[in-house]
């Protein structure tokens, strides 16, 4: 049995092929997407082991208000370190202080980055130091720091320069030398600016007794958690002592369900799509080939062979073809990975990543998939080719399957009736897992009626090819039309991948008009001073003190952000004088007002979830570790700002020792020039490490630029998504042009010239990709609406962004007739003859 | 008819030049070295215009490959094909093509039609590939000679046997070829459909002058031509003028064949 399936395979090189590269895709981009989050995750945990150094334990606040890693905690009492550094085992003990520090680059501005901004001390002990000196020295004076060679390299700075560090006042320094992290030039995209101890007391704690931690050597003999439970004793309330390793755990934790685990969402929908889209290849190559060999099937069957045995004949192939596929696929997942590792360090995700790390999950996962995807796509063909009765198959008919069963018809229209019905339902409703659920089932419905629709839609798509390319352009049409089940194969992968990517881009058009209206609606004045997107980042909240004087101003208020525990959960909450907040900003208050500089506010979707109203009593706890009730002053609907939660900054800064504002809002006096404004503020924001001056429209749009980020994503996958569609449909025409070689043939002898033939097979394709993008078009479309609806947001479909796909979806259709057409054209008329 | 399909005839020649095809010293060698075959030896033959000649020898004799050389579907090695008086060495694949079109007409053994066009589009299918229209009078005269007025609109797979090989040659017949080739264009068929189609062909001679040239197996359909062409080895072995079954049978004999 097993001979005569290698013997047949063998036998057919160019069947086998179509049916291994198809497999061969989806398993190669679902492994390389799996090894590229292994070897994220792999990078990152590399950063954690080394973030503290050979620290055995530290001594940190317990109060934790943020699930960001790499988030410092509130300070504790430096007294601390008295008093364990007479505990018996430790071998040293040195405070540590890290906070927001800004370094200035050499033209003043300040270093841009991704990564954390922070400033703290040199630990002296180099066991507890992660960095190292490249250059220079340690700082001994106050105003001496050693910054990362990363940024060193950004800001062209070299020992010796004088420059400043925002921590938010502007602190001058002198740098006196360069580290590196470990073998990189820095944690990830973090900048660390070291000074001394006694530096980073007087500008980063800035009270003195504070520090951020302490961090303990156990002396030989002593383990982490012997350590950790000696120095617990002498801990004051609020303070906790945690080892290395869970320290390096925790970190890790919170990035694998963070960051990590958005990333691995992201690359899964890669890979799911490539594999959806890769399925419907594999199964249209095998339902073709099997086509092609019911002869062959049939005189097996003839000779004796069971219908089982028929069935285990493409079973076997089809196990061996998914298995030397998926084998190949997890080597081509590797090189893949490689690519996009390439292509994400392009994009700067702030992690560099170093070679390339292959957990046995990521095996486990592609290897199975891959063998069984190719197996469920195989069965159904063979099923079919064992129910052929032999002389049916073995007499001189062409197989082609007819149309479609009427079956199909009703099954497909009612199920495509609910499913459209629940669509239209859910978004009316505004039932999100309701527009969900009918969305799934409008794919399934989409993929049941593809045959139906094949017919029509190649006559009506095939209309202008056969009136413009007159004879090709009408063959073409009526090849298009004959397999209706074939055309639709080949189109549902594009239409599959096409529809993803529109929906994609509909939805993100919905909530990118959304975030654009509510930021244009809440923001009434001209000009902002904008920190950019990083948390870390923002400037000194003087500043907008100093712009509300100037005379051509007549308002302006700053708005920074932070975090802490809300109702006994973490929550990320925005900071400002609601008073002068007011007066730029049109939060559209529903209860309570925003009148007093002290009001705490939230919004009204929190307030509802929650059962707040204006008065109402809300715990709180700050970074520090204390925890205060604070009465809602007012809710408001307008969250697209200032988030769900504004706390009064007399309130903030009582909990921080470095207020920092990320924006301020100005409103001009009436008369006073834009232009002028904003060269005024230019120059008042310099000393502050010259934070944008921005125009409304310029700060809107920078809004939703993050947004942008995961427009590129979108074209990624649809790129992704239309090669693999691409080759499926080469695939389907190759099989087709093998199988219609006599026809060729004829068509030759009676007077068909080449470029005639290339032009049929090119027509029939196009007419494929037509079908598959505009049905994916309609889908993503439809579908974009209902989820875009259900949640609320607007319909904004980008016309240029779906003009883009429909293009390239169309365009592909063209491109994946290249070879077939070509071959089709060199066919021997003899040859083809002669097949007869 | 007759006499309206000769003066159509007469008008043809004079717009086209004679018809009828002929080869000089044709040879055919497939492989080389060792492993070359020479399928055609040196093989001169005339398919005189206005006239039915059949080719017929063993098999492996060449017959299929002389076909195939004369209508310009395969390049000689050596010697000259001439299609009425236009020499095929020289030209490239379009002119080629542009000759099959134009002035040769097919009729195969099996799969003579494409299957998703009409039986209408598949008779004026030269001409829809050249961007012409056909000779609307001469198409009808085609189809009424041919008896498909009520089968135009049928496709293939609603045709029977014969009706698909009508179909067949209506289309080798509608460009006014100067030469039709038939290879084995009743072997698909029973014996009273095949003789229905080789009477046709012979219709298409006497009536509307038309060249034909056609391999065959059997000598009661070689019995229908004008003449006989016997090819064994990839030689001529004989020409017979006015063939009967049994003459042909006889001479079949001697050349081994019991088919």
Known sequence: ?836 | MANAAQARQATNDEKRGRGGAKTVRLSKVYGTGDMAVRVLDEVSVEFPDGRFTAIMGPSGAGKSTLMHCVAGLDAATSGQVYVGDQELGALSDRALTRLRRERIGFVFQAFNLLPTLTARDNITLPMTLAGTSPDREWFDTVVRVLKLGERLTHRPSELSGGQQQRVALARALVTRPRIVFADEPTGNLDSRTGAEVLTLLREAVDDLGQTVAMVTHDPVAAARADAVVFLADGRIVDVMDAPTPDRVLDRMRGLGDHS
């Open chain 1, 1 to 836: 049995m097993i001979g005569i399936v290698l013997k047949e395979l063998w036998g057919r090189k160019r069947r086998l092929a179509g049916s291994l590269i198809a497999v061969f895709l989806g398993v190669t981009f679902l492994t390389g997407t799996l090894v590229l989050g292994d070897t994220l995750a792999g990078s990152i945990d590399g950063y954690f082991s080394r973030a503290y150094g050979e620290t055995d334990v530290s001594i940190r606040n317990s109060t934790s208000v943020s699930d960001a890693p790499w988030s410092a905690r509130g300070e504790i009492d430096a007294s601390v370190l008295e008093r364990v550094r007479k505990v018996n085992g430790v071998a040293n003990a040195e405070p540590y202080i890290q906070g927001s520090g800004q370094l200035l680059a050499k033209d003043g501005t300040t270093i841009q980055s991704r990564g954390p901004r922070t400033a703290g001390n040199w630990m002296t002990d180099p066991k507890l130091n992660p960095y190292r000196l490249a250059e220079g020295r340690a700082p001994r004076a106050p105003d001496e720091v050693v910054i990362d060679k990363m940024f060193a390299d950004k800001g062209k700075l070299k020992v010796g320069d004088r420059t400043a560090v925002l921590t938010p006042d502007r602190v001058a320094v002198t740098v006196v030398g360069i580290s590196r992290f470990g073998d990189q030039d820095a944690f990830g995209e973090t900048s660390f600016t070291a000074f001394s101890l006694e530096g980073a007391r007087r500008h980063v704690t800035r009270t003195p007794g504070l520090v951020t931690g302490v961090w303990l050597r156990a002396a030989d003999g002593v383990g982490q958690d012997e350590l950790a439970a000696r120095v617990r004793p002498v801990l004051a309330p609020g303070t906790e002592a945690v080892t290395g390793k869970a320290q390096v755990d925790e970190g890790m934790t919170m990035v694998e369900d963070g960051f990590l685990r958005v990333f691995r969402i992201v690359l899964g929908a890669f890979g799911g799509v490539a594999l959806l889209v890769a399925a419907f290849s594999i199964h249209n190559t095998f339902a073709i080939t099997t086509a092609q060999r019911t002869r062959e099937s049939a005189l097996l069957r003839a000779l004796g062979a069971g219908r089982r045995q028929v069935v285990t004949l493409v079973g076997v192939e089809a196990l061996v073809v998914g298995g030397a596929a998926t084998l190949a696929g997890l080597a081509g997942g590797y090189g893949f990975a490689a690519l996009l590792r390439q292509l994400f360090t392009q994009l700067k995700i702030g992690i560099a990543m170093e070679g390339l790390v292959v957990s046995a999950t990521s095996v486990l996962i592609a290897a199975p998939v891959g063998i069984a995807v190719t197996l469920v796509a195989a069965l159904g063909p063979a099923l079919k080719a064992s129910r052929v009765p032999p002389l049916a198959a073995l007499r001189e008919v062409a197989v082609e399957a007819g149309r479609p069963s009427d079956t199909r018809v009703i099954v497909g229209g009612v199920l495509a009736a609910v499913a459209a019905g629940t669509v239209v339902l859910g978004a009316v409703g505004e039932q999100t897992a309701m527009a969900a659920a009918g969305a799934v089932l409008t794919v399934v419905a989409m993929v049941v009626l593809g045959p139906v629709a094949a017919r029509p839609v190649a006559a009506l798509a095939g209309g202008p090819a056969a009136r413009l390319r007159g004879v090709s352009g009408r063959l073409a049409r009526d090849n298009a039309g004959r397999s209706p089940a074939r055309t639709a194969g080949a189109a549902t992968a594009l239409m599959i991948g096409v529809g993803v990517v529109t929906l994609l881009t509909v939805f993100i058009g919905s909530l990118r008009a959304n975030l654009e209206d509510g930021v244009a609606g809440s923001f009434k004045g001209a000009i902002v001073v904008d920190g950019g997107s990083n948390e870390t980042a923002g400037f000194s909240t003087a500043l907008a003190g100093q712009a509300a004087r100037l005379p051509q101003i007549q308002n302006a208020a700053g708005l920074g952000n932070g975090n802490m525990r809300v109702d006994g959960k973490n929550a990320g909450v925005h900071v400002g004088d609601p008073s002068a907040l007011r007066r730029v900003l049109d939060l559209d208050v529903r209860q309570g007002s925003l009148a007093d500089p002290g009001a705490f506010a939230v919004s009204k979707k929190v307030a509802d979830d929650k059962g707040w109203r204006a008065g109402s009593a809300v715990g709180v706890q700050f970074a520090d570790g204390a925890r205060q009730t604070l009465r809602i002053g007012a809710v408001y609907e307008n969250a697209d700002l200032v988030g769900d939660y504004l706390v009064p900054r007399t309130v903030w800064n009582a909990h921080t020792r470095q207020p920092l504002d990320l924006m301020a809002f100005v409103e001009l006096r009436p008369g006073a020039s834009a232009g002028d404004v904003r060269q005024a503020l230019t120059a008042l924001a310099k000393p502050y490490g010259a934070p944008e001056v921005e125009t409304r429209d310029a700060f809107v749009s920078r809004q939703t630029e993050e947004m942008n980020g995961f427009i590129g994503v979108v074209y990624g996958m649809l790129i992704l998504a239309i090669v693999i569609a691409l080759l499926g449909i080469a695939n389907t025409l190759s099989l087709s042009v093998h199988e219609r070689t006599r026809e060729l043939g004829l068509l030759r002898a009676v007077g068909a010239t080449r470029p005639q033939v290339r032009s049929m097979i090119r027509w029939e394709s196009v007419i494929v990709a037509l079908f598959g993008t505009a049905g994916g078009l309609g889908l993503g479309l439809f579908l974009g609406w209902g989820l875009g609806t259900a949640l609320g947001n607007p319909f904004a479909p980008q016309a240029v962004q779906v003009t883009i796909i429909a293009v390239v979806g169309t365009v592909a259709g063209a491109l994946a007739a290249i070879r077939p057409a070509r071959r089709a054209a060199r066919l021997g008329i003899l040859s083809a003859i002669a097949s007869v």
